[in-house]
């Protein structure tokens, strides 16, 4: 599983080392192939372990053609959709099109999701959970914004 945040930086290439907890359990994956695709919600990374995406393909191939919202989801996930291999030192190369739809120039936060990890431009991300924040502190506790469905 995936957990965890780091903040890295994108080496001049467009290349991001992955976090070493992150490539410890890469290293017990079937394969070291990963799936690069845009979060269709959020202007941000999603980054899948092959046998992992074999599984989303799976789920979106079940999606309708015919609902627009299914239909967006499928184009932009695997229309975007990158195959990757991560080198030597454990970097993967972020290509151009999708860092420049994520808005990712320097600074990247990397967020542990389980079966995945999220990349986000560092100053977007830090900007997306205060503002979160800040809206469960003003509902006065976690109702509408799913931590009311988790018995923490």
Partial sequence: MF?????????????LAVPARFREVLARAPS?????TLNPWDRA???YPLHEWVL?????????????HSRRT?????????????????RILLPPP?????????????????NKFELWDS?????????????VAQSGG???HGLDRLAL
């Fill in 142 to 144: 976690a109702g509408g």
């Fill in 3 to 15: 957990r965890g945040q780091s903040a890295i930086n994108v080496d001049a290439k467009g290349r």
């Fill in 32 to 36: 070291p192939d990963l799936v690069l």
């Fill in 98 to 114: 999708l860092r420049e739809i994520a808005s990712i120039e320097r600074q990247v936060t990397v967020l542990g999701q389980g």
């Fill in 56 to 68: 989303i393909e799976a789920k979106l191939a079940e999606l309708s053609d015919i609902d627009q």
């Fill in 45 to 47: 990374l999603w980054v």
């Fill in 123 to 135: 100053a977007r991300w830090q900007a997306l959970r205060d503002q979160w924040f800040g809206d």
């Fill in 74 to 90: 499928k184009q932009v996930m695997r229309g975007y959709a990158s195959d990757c291999v991560p080198d030597g030192h454990g």
